[in-house]
Structure formats: structure tokens, C-alpha cells
């Protein structure tokens, strides 16, 4: 049985405007699903209608096999973590804890061992004494996450979590969430965020989400290796991915794609007779462009470089302006040079319409 059901979910906000639409998504028990898309594309609106905050205005969201688009949010089983932690000032490590046990009339004995248990997982146990302001960032965001586990919800739910903290205690922070979902692996967790490396180290499946609707469904490296569309190819990973315009010139096996100006590629993607003279745009990631004295994808000059250390990223002038290759180690020196690449032919991606043909 999945923990989550989501079927034919709409949201309408006031009665017209409509921010999300039909979206249907299964999420199994001990799960870690992302939620990423680009902003106002309804990440948020999606999690708050899961805990009960936002009123689903059709389709039907079921936990546990029962419909609970009535069911109020503290029935659900559900606990949110925002954005902003909102710890009780007054209160230790402890009393901020303990606070919703004691609502719930929790005898002493209970409260103790959930709480000693959350520290524990949550690394606060030596901080339990102390007051929020005798926190970092970091502590007080794993305190506001210790008030949730206490309750032991079914489901937990992080908006953007990490987003007020710095880019180190991020990192920190982001190692910390990803071993505390190996401490619960019962708990089911949807992760709220536009930061696509804290999706990709993190999730299980990660949910694109864009034009109201759900883009593509899939773990982090299906959706690096075989994109549906352009939006999920060029969503992830960084640099984007280069789109070329061509005409498919030889079906089959293989796929040969003319590029103009003398340019072409070879893709691993199928296609048929029928898709002879198709325009389509081929996609190739940077960091899948190698240099060749052979038939070459792309020519062009060297405009701008970027040296990494690691990585050498070049921005390069041609037809298709945009177009980036990224190099491993350092070529700094390379400015002005007129470069031809090409891909190994199961690094091409090609879409038409938008949508990638490999899932005609
Ligand atoms: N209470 C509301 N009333 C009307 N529109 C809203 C309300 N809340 C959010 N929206 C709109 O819904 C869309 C999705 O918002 P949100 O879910 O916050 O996006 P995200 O979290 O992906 O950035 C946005 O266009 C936003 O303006
Ligand atoms: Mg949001």
C-alpha cells in the first residue's frame, strides 16, 4: 500500500486562479521524494494541500488508502517543517520539544524517551538545556525538525528547509537531513526545494514540477540520463544542457542528425522510417562534449572561459549562441581557439515538439 495517493489533484486559488492541475503521483512508505521546479510553480501550494494547510480543490488525496481532503491537518499524521523555524525563545532545546507531547497529554515517561530519541538522532542530545539564542543556524533548524519526530508522524513534509542558512551550513545541513532519513527509514519525507544539487544528493525520486502539471517523475540520475522533455533537460544539471535545431537525415538503430553549416551527430535514440526530414533539437550536456578532428556536433570560438580548477567551462560563439562545454581539469589558455566537438552517440539526446522521443 503506498503511504500517498495523490489522483487528479487540481488547485484553484480563489476560485480562478488556477495554479496546479491534475497532478497524480503514487509515494511509497519510507520514501524521500523532491519536489523541485522553478519558483511559483506551485512546489509549495502542493506540500501545504498534503498537510491539510491549503484546501485541495479537486481530485482526491488519499493517506493509507483513505481519502483525507477533509481530514484536518493534525489528524493527517503529518508534520511540516518551514522554512522559518519559529522555536519558542523562552524555551531550552528540551521545552521546545516537549511542547506538543504535553498538549497531547503524553505521560512524563513518554515524553522522555521521544524526546532523548529525537536528540539523539538529531545530534542535540548535549544541547538540550540551552535556549534557541544559544543556537546556530544549523542547531535551531535541527530543533524545529526534533519537534516534528517527537510526535512520530507518518509523513514528514520540509519546505525549502535549508534556504535561510549559508552556503557551508547548507552543505552541512543538507549531509545531516540525508543521514537523519537513513536513521527513519519508515518515515516517508517530501522535500521542498529549487536548489537541484540538494535534489539530486538527496532524493530517492525526485518530482519536477512546471507549467501546473508534473514534468517528470524519476530518480535524480533518470532524469540526468534520459530527460522526458527539454524543461527536465535543461532543469537539471549545471550548465544546462545545449539544444541544437536539426533535421533527422538516417533512422533506425541509430539516429543521424543534420546540424547545418556541415555539422552533424549520432544519437543512440530509435526512430523510424516515418520520422525521415523530422526537425528536431538535439541535446547535449557540456560536460558530455569532447573535442574531435572528425565529423564534429558543433564548431565554434572560444568567447569566454571559466576555469574552475577542477572544470573548465567555455562559452563558445556560434549559430546556436548559447553553447557550453565544460572540460575536466584546465585549459585556461584556450580563449579565441576555434574548438569542433561532438558526443559519443549515447550522450544525444533528441526531442521534438519539445519532448524527447525516446518515450514516443
Ligand atoms: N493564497 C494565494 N492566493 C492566490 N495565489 C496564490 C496564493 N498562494 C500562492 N499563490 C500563487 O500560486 C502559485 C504557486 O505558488 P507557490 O506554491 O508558493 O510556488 P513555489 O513554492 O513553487 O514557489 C504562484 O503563482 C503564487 O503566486
Ligand atoms: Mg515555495
Redo the contacts with the bound molecule.
Sequence with gaps: MSTLKLTNVD?T??GT?N??RDINLDIETGELIV?V????????????MIAGL?KITGGELQIDGAVVNDVPPAQRGIAMVFQSYALYPHMTVRENMQFALKLAKKTPAEIDAAVASAAEKLQLTDYLDRLPKALSGGQRQRVAIGRSIVRDPKVYLF??PLSNLDAALRVATRIEIAQLKEAMPDSTMIY?T?DQVEAMTLASRIVV?ANKGIAQVGTPLELYESPKNEFVAQFIGSPAMNLLPGTIVETGALTKVDLGHGLEVTSTVPTTDADMGMTVNVGIRPEDLVETDGTAAFEGKVKIIEALGEVTLMYFDGAGADFICKLNGIHAGRRGETLRLTASPDKVHVFANGESLLYR
Excluded at 522553478?38 to 502542493?46: D, I, Q, V
Design positions: 488547485k486559488y480563489g486562479v495554479v496546479l519536489f521546479g522553478p519558483s511559483g510553480c506551485g512546489k509549495s501550494t502542493l506540500l501545504r491549503e519546505d525549502e521542498v529549487h514540477l
